[in-house]
């Protein structure tokens, strides 16, 4: 949702930005800009579009610096055109801004600007920042304490890096939106950047910064200041343990092509050291955590929110209440308080929807985990303990193995709290159910290894309708089947209980629809009968079986599924119809890594 990126003591503040834009194409690409010190003032280059367009547009004339910023730009106020891309400029064009967030109350001051004179040249709620500091500086304010009131006339979230002419200072603050700095030490000159996510520059350095709600940074080549409400304060450099090559496409065409491929990569990295001798160790919760939890709530958003259903459903069947909220709606629907356990389940742990129903729950009493992938985020920071799934970066917008390692992370998490909360019950065949999460990693390699998914895709192309069927946990994987189909593919696709089917969506049913049927899991059989109604009615079925299963008559084609416990072979069938749509959007010329109008991390409500 928006990505922003600063280098300070580069020799080459164009190559770096264009690099650290790149690397944050997945938080949006309807434009993209950057600006850097010339000498000559601030030079900016933007461009409605991707950043391959403004790397074209800058191609013949590339201006020159040691200190820029940049950003890549998902729409909120304003249509994507050159206009409204950042960076935007002051009047004066003494400084320059890039933002990401929302200002809610643009509207006020923008109206209070214009009748002082100031001219907009946009129709973005960020175009207020720059004219606010030429406000505050025509009024005697130095550049720091212009930026610093204009900051505290906005209502709402921002990152924002600031630039201004005949200096090498960039100042940033962060509020509900994420924002680091990157340290290179490395050198005989210490270089630093800023940016919304450590992908950006993870290049260039591992040294990270990770700056709270409310800090100012004022960075120069001498080094950076933080300060917030109370004064200066100390933020911690730590050492990231992602790199570059694990954040690149490797020999892969797509990003998500890879994350797919390296699921049990990533599902080892879930795994590791947590499960011994037959039982779970989670050390991120000493003894005692949970002490006094009588129930479980699971908010999340979007795949995530598939993932904590199927945690939920596990958790249920361990005797313990649990129930998920979509993150958006998880408003006063239940009473919350401090025996409550509130999982918030994010990928990118800087999901707004998900973050302001944490701080809903927090507000409450409640005992929060943070279920994420991403160190350092939002989320870790505001929960009060914090399960890291560490299935290593995700940059595809479509969510893939970070699903499997979420569901992996709540299948640990379900076994601790069954093992410490009076009323959970740990299963009764927990030593072989562990042994078989454990090889789960291999019987993904396994399923990669023979799948028929692009030869399924192929036959399917051009139906009218794709439906997804399952009961108990595939009844989740259903619903995340669906939602990746139509999140790249374009087409029309819904998940559905198998059981619902002839409860009402049986009327769509038609010879010209497709019907993915999850037969794998306890209640496959089950689903295999309602998929023999829908195919009665002329509908294409395909299985997505067990091995063992003979599917007979009642399937067009089927794609299979390696042996695995009933409980988890959901997953195993997740990946081969998280390969159907990849190969379908493929075949349909989508663009697989950035689906129009989405991105990876939303940070709006
Ligand atoms: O970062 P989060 O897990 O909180 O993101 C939640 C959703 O926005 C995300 O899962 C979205 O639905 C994906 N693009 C699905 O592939």
């Not at 264009?18 to 010190?37: F, H, K, M, P, W």
């Not at 794998?520 to 829908?534: L, P, Q, S």
Request: with cysteine.
């Amino acid at each position: 949702m928006c990505g922003i990126i600063a280098c300070i003591g580069s020799d080459d503040a164009v190559g770096e930005l264009l690099t650290g834009l790149e690397n944050l194409e997945y938080r949006g690409y309807d434009s993209a800009g950057i600006a850097v010190q010339n000498g000559h003032g601030i030079a900016v280059r933007k461009k409605a579009g991707k950043i391959s367009e403004l790397k074209g547009a800058i191609a013949a004339d590339v201006p020159d610096g040691s200190v820029g910023i940049g950003h890549t730009r998902w729409s909120t106020h304003g249509p994507p055109t050159d206009e409204n891309a950042h960076p935007h400029t002051s009047q004066s064009e003494g400084v320059a801004v890039v933002h990401n967030g929302i200002i809610e109350n643009y509207e006020v001051v923008r109206s209070r600007l214009m009748e002082e004179g100031y001219v907009f040249t946009s129709e973005t709620d960020t175009e207020v920042i720059p004219h606010l500091i030429d406000h505050y500086m025509d009024q005697g304010d130095d550049v720091e304490t212009a930026f610093e009131r204009a900051i505290d006339d906005l209502d709402g979230s921002y990152a924002v890096a600031l630039m201004v002419d005949g200096t090498d200072t960039v100042y940033a603050a962060r509020q509900d939106s994420p924002l680091v700095v990157g340290v290179d030490d490395s050198g005989p000159e210490t270089r630093y950047y800023l940016a919304s996510d450590v992908p950006a520059f993870l290049e260039f350095t591992d040294r990270v910064m990770y700056l709270e709600d409310g800090d100012v940074a004022r960075v120069t080549t001498d080094g950076i200041d933080v300060h917030d409400a109370d004064g200066p304060v100390q933020r911690p450099i730590e050492t990231v343990e992602w790199n570059a090559e694990e954040t690149g496409k490797g020999q892969y065409e797509h990003y998500m092509l890879k994350e797919i491929h390296t699921q049990p990569e990533a599902l080892r990295g879930t795994l590791s050291g947590r499960i011994e001798d037959g039982d779970v160790t989670l050390e991120e919760f000493p003894e005692g955590t949970f002490e006094g939890i009588e129930q479980v709530h699971l908010v999340a958003c979007g795949t995530s929110f598939h993932a904590a259903k199927c945690g939920a459903r596990q958790l249920v069947r361990a005797g313990i209440p649990a129930s998920t909220f979509r993150a958006s709606e998880y408003h006063d629907l239940q009473p919350v308080d401090e025996r409550t356990l509130v999982v918030a389940v994010t990928q990118s742990g800087e999901t707004a929807d998900t973050l302001s129903a944490l701080r809903r729950a927090e507000e409450a009493g409640a005992s929060t985990v943070a279920l994420t992938n991403v160190v350092g985020s939002t989320v870790s920071r505001e929960a009060d303990d914090t399960l890291y799934i560490r299935a290593g970066p995700e940059i595809g917008v479509a969510a893939t193995k970070t699903f499997t390692s979420q569901v992996a992370a709540l299948t640990l998490l379900t076994h601790r709290l069954a093992a410490d909360l009076e009323r959970g019950t740990v299963r009764e065949d927990a030593a072989e159910f562990l042994a078989e999460l454990e090889a789960l990693p291999d019987r993904i390699e396994d399923l990669l290894g023979r799948t028929r998914a692009s030869d399924v895709s192929e036959s399917n192309m051009g139906r009218d309708a794709y439906f997804f069927i399952g009961r108990d946990f595939e009844y989740p994987v259903a619903l995340e089947g669906a939602l990746k189909f139509k999140e790249i593919t374009y087409e029309h696709a819904e998940g559905f209980a198998s059981g619902e089917l002839k409860h009402g969506p049986l009327a769509l049913v038609t010879p010209d629809a497709t019907i993915f049927a999850l037969l794998t899991g306890d209640r496959g059989e089950e689903t295999r009968k309602n998929a023999e109604e829908a195919r009665t009615r002329g509908a294409r079925v395909i299985a997505v079986a067990p091995e063992g299963m003979d599917v007979g008559e009642m399937a067009d084609d089927v794609l299979r599924v390696p042996d695995t416990h009933p409980d988890l072979a959901g997953l195993l069938a997740n990946v081969q119809l998280q390969l159907v749509s990849y190969h379908t959007a493929y075949g349909l010329g989508r663009e697989i890594d950035k689906p129009r109008n989405l991105a990876k991390s939303v940070t709006v409500e």
